[in-house]
Each structure stands twice: as C-alpha cells, then as structure tokens.
C-alpha cells in the first residue's frame, strides 16, 4: 500500500500562490494522485487527479516528476476561504492510502 | 434529496452496545467507502465495496463489518463498541473509470462516542 507523507501545516498570505507537496516514493505504476480540501465539521471535496507531468483544472494545477514519487498541488492567488486541509491520496488497483493531510492558513 | 447521505449525524453509546451507522447514495455509484478521520492520523479506509454483495477490508477493518446487499446503501456496524472507536466516521461513493477512480463524493460525517 504506497504510504504518503505531507508537511502538517503552513501558513500563506492572502493573494499568493501556496504549494503544497506529498511524498509517495512506493506508488506503483497504475496508481493515480488525488487531491482533496476538507473544511471544518465537512467531508472532504476533491480537488484534482494526475497521473503525470502537469494537471490544471479552475481551481489548481497538479505537478508529477517523472518517477511520480512525488506532487504538488498549486493554489493561485488564496482568499480566506481556501483555509483547510489539504489531502493527497494515492489510487489504484483497488488500493487507498490518504496522506494525514497539511493544514493551510490563509492570512489576511 | 440526490446525493449522499449519513445518519445518524451524532451518536453517544456505551462500550459494548453494537451501533450502525447508515450511508445512502442517489447516484448509483459503483463503488463506496467507509472511513474513520482521527486527530493526528488523517483518513483511514475501513471498508470499501465494489459492487452489491462485494466487500473488502481497508487498513483499519478490526471490529467493524459491512454490508451492501443494494447499491445505494453501505451500513457500517460496530458490533461491540470500544472508546477506541470514538471517531468521525465518513462514507463515500465514486465511481471507476478505465484504471483511476473517479473523484470521491464524500457525506457530511458522523461524529460517533464512545463512554
């Protein structure tokens, strides 16, 4: 089961862009990459999912090097609500493994 | 209402009690989840289901049992409740696309106590 590791927490600025990464050095080749933000007293709502190389949908962008032992997801220019935890989670082959989630503070 | 939902939303027992807690999905979804969220320990998968009558151990099954005999609902039962299992409990559903899953619509949480 590919394990992930996250930083805990971090803190931004309102109006820059915050990187948060994982580590997954034992994904396996048909595993995917997803991301998902949970606000408080919520369940957790995806964000993005990658395989390789670069993602971008309307709220964020997904960076995979190519050995995908690692990500990074990007978040441009945050407001106050984009205050949660972060999640990463590695899929596949009927195989989950949810990071223990980095916990992003917006500063106004 | 579409979409997925938990009840109950809050639960207090006493150790030993078996509890159930119910999940229901409107979208059909194939597959569905059940996991525990801790302080310090992030998601953790209990349960999953592929399908009606197909279910399979997550990382952390130990005192809990499933079943799925329709596809919109996956009851999670605790038969002999112990205070470790004090937890917010999550259901999700998603479907399965070629070799990813897709994304994952999780419900509103039950916040389960144990005394």
């Known amino acids: 089961l590919a394990k992930t590791t996250q930083p805990i927490s971090m803190d931004s600025y309102e109006g820059q862009e915050v990187n948060i990464t994982c580590s997954h050095n034992?994904?396996?080749?048909?595993?995917?990459i997803t991301w998902y933000q949970q606000f408080p007293s919520q369940g957790p709502r995806f964000i993005i999912q990658?395989?390789?190389t670069k993602v971008t949908n309307e709220v964020a962008s997904l960076f995979i090097p190519a050995d995908r032992k690692s990500s990074t997801l990007s978040l441009p220019r945050v407001s106050l609500s984009d205050t949660a935890v972060y999640y990463c989670l590695v899929e596949g082959n009927n195989r989950l493994a949810f990071g223990k989630g980095n916990q992003v503070v917006v500063i106004p | 209402d579409a979409g997925i939902t938990q009840s109950p939303r809050y639960k207090i027992t006493e150790t030993g009690r078996q509890v159930t807690l119910m999940c229901h999905q409107t979208w059909s979804h194939s597959y569905m989840f059940w996991y525990r969220q801790d302080l310090g320990h992030g998601l953790r998968l209990i349960y999953y289901s592929a399908a009606a009558d197909i279910t399979d151990k997550g990382e952390v099954p130990d005192g809990y049992v499933v079943s799925r005999s329709k596809t919109e609902n996956f009851p999670l039962t605790l038969e002999s409740a112990t205070r470790s299992q004090t937890s917010v409990y999550f259901c999700a559903s998603s479907d399965l696309t070629g070799s990813s899953y897709n994304e994952q619509f999780f419900g509103p949480g039950t916040r389960l106590t144990v005394l």
């Open positions: 034992n994904i396996a080749t048909n595993d995917y």
């Open positions: 990658g395989y390789k």
